[in-house]
């Protein structure tokens, strides 16, 4: 069956830096597109970052343009999401998302960015 597992949030400074990790099973990794998603509290869940089955096309929030990088290593079943100059507002669970049939989430990792 399809599991995604999100791993690598916790607690950070407000400036600092997390990179997430997403691994990936039970589906042809390297030919499915993957989407990052966030959810703050009280907020509705929102796109953050995709990135194409072969890692040469990625896309942004604006919100998050130029502070994170979206990645993937097919022969690690593991796609990524470095987050740089991290902000308050940047606090929420990360969720990713296999881009196959209806879609596939895994169960979110959280970020809480405060000093």
């Known amino acids: 069956q399809v599991q995604l597992v999100e791993s690598g949030g916790g607690l950070v400074q407000p400036g600092g830096s997390l990179r997430l990790s997403c691994a990936a099973s039970g589906f042809t990794f390297s030919s499915t597109a993957m989407r990052w998603y966030r959810q703050a509290p009280g907020k509705e869940r929102e796109f953050v970052a995709s990135i194409s089955s072969a890692g040469s096309s990625t896309n942004y929030v604006d919100s998050v343009k130029g502070r994170a990088i979206i990645s993937r290593d097919n022969a690690k079943n593991t796609v990524y999401l470095q987050l740089n100059s991290l902000k308050p507002e940047d606090t929420a669970v990360y969720y990713c998302?296999?881009?196959?049939?209806?879609?596939?989430w895994g169960q979110g990792t959280q970020v809480t960015v405060s000093s």
């Open positions: 998302k296999a881009q196959r049939g209806v879609g596939y």
